[in-house]
């Protein structure tokens, strides 16, 4: 009986090809655009949690300036200086390892190439800290730190724009109206989670680029690593503490600084993520609904023109579970098949919007589950009421129908 039915459904569906080919639109339509939007979510939250790990989970970050941005009441931000690093590393428990640096907008020069890149100084602390490691030529020295010298350590950007393929270590570049000898080549980091691009920079011995291209010792930002057995939040309380109590500022008075922990803002945003891939889900779930009723529809149209033939098969003995589990079984061949090309279609959409993207692709085996089990249970749900439909037809009066 159940093969029989399979052969009655598949028989009916390829008489109308064109007309189910399109009523299974819907339904294609409906499971590709789930699975696109549930994988691309999935690969940019797990996107912005790499790019955390590549900085490292037990870090902080210590700026100038207020919360809001921008300079406080009218007057310009007030920067750190040395005694400030100093006093993060000494007075403030769970601190492993502090790195101070500077830095400054420039335009890089070699031959006739040249791009706009930033500066920036930095102390031998700055590599274990922000996890970062040369890949061509060496890091800088005790004698670069010291002497004052101007020597740097390019970004794969600025490689690219200035060197293309050629080996940059050991040639001398111009970064504003100094001169400075390429060392080494920094690992690519490639975009952060904000969008800028981590490997358009340069990296030169904090003193040298004080007194060579700032002109004076600030220090306009901080890092800090926190100690293994530190909870991130706790100690950055303390250097909350700490840098308010340094910069006098009074208890209702709002802080003239910001300290930020990776870990939170990478939470935020991928719960911001997920908020919105369920929210787009649940839109692009929303035309599965619309394809289950064109289904509805066009088997409704079907019982009709098939009138006579249904009241044939009743009056010679069908019976009229016979009858409803043949347009049952066709409305969900309808929607079965609709599923599994949406999810082809889903899964490949989604593979070439991470490629182009830069996402991770990962497949989520429940959601490709859910949305083929979903798209057949449409066919169930909205196959139905033509099933009964077609199964209480009264055979005399199908017989007469024209």
């Known amino acids: 009986m159940i093969w029989n039915t399979l052969l009655l459904a598949f028989r009916a569906l390829r008489r109308n090809l064109m007309r189910s080919l399109l009523t299974m639109l819907g339904i294609v339509i409906g499971v590709a655009a789930v699975i696109a939007v549930v994988t691309m979510g999935t690969g940019a939250s797990l996107s912005v949690t790499s790019q955390v790990s590549s900085l490292g989970d037990k870090l902080l970050f210590i700026n100038p300036g207020s919360n809001q941005g921008g300079p406080q009441g009218g007057s310009a931000i007030r920067q750190f200086n040395q005694k400030d690093v100093q006093a993060v590393a000494r007075e403030v428990s769970g601190i492993d390892a502090v790195s101070p640096s500077v830095s400054s907008s420039v335009t890089a020069v070699f031959g006739n190439n040249n791009w706009q890149t930033s500066v920036t100084g930095v102390t031998e602390e700055y590599f274990p800290v922000r996890n970062m490691a040369v890949v061509r030529g060496s890091v800088f020295n005790q004698l670069h730190y010291q002497s004052g010298r101007l020597v740097c350590i390019i970004g794969k950007t600025v490689r690219e724009e200035l060197f293309g393929a050629v080996d940059p270590v050991g040639s001398t570049i111009r970064i504003g109206i100094a001169a400075c000898e390429v060392v080494g080549e920094l690992e690519s980091k490639g975009q952060s989670s904000f969008g800028n ?70 939470g935020v945003l991928s719960n911001i993520t997920g908020v919105l891939t369920l929210f787009l889900s649940a839109i692009a779930a929303v035309s599965l609904v619309v394809g289950g009723i064109g289904i509805m529809n066009i088997m409704l149209v079907s019982v009709t023109e098939r009138t006579r033939e249904i009241g044939i098969r009743l009056a010679i003995g069908a019976l009229e579970k016979e009858v409803l589990a043949q347009f049952l079984v066709e409305a969900v061949i309808l929607t079965t098949l609709g599923g599994v090309i949406g999810v082809a279609l889903g899964l490949l959409a989604s593979y070439a919007a991470s490629q182009a993207l830069s996402f991770p692709f990962i497949v989520s085996p429940s959601v490709v589950m859910f949305a083929f089990l979903f798209s057949a249970l449409v066919g169930v749900v909205f196959g139905y009421v033509p099933a009964r439909r077609a199964a209480r037809l009264d055979p005399i009066e199908a017989l007469r129908h024209e």
């Not at 981590?198 to 600030?218: C, H, T």
């Not at 901080?222 to 208890?251: C, F, H, P, T, Y």
């Open 197 to 266: 691009d981590q490997d358009n920079v340069i990296l030169a011995p904090l003193r040298a680029v004080q007194s060579r291209l700032i002109g004076n010792e600030d220090i306009t930002a901080i890092s800090a690593s926190v100690a293994s057995w530190a909870d991130n939040a706790e100690v950055k309380v303390r250097v909350e503490q700490l840098m308010r109590d340094r910069r006098n500022i009074g208890v209702q008075d709002a802080d003239d600084f910001r300290v930020m922990d990776p870990t939170e803002i990478a």
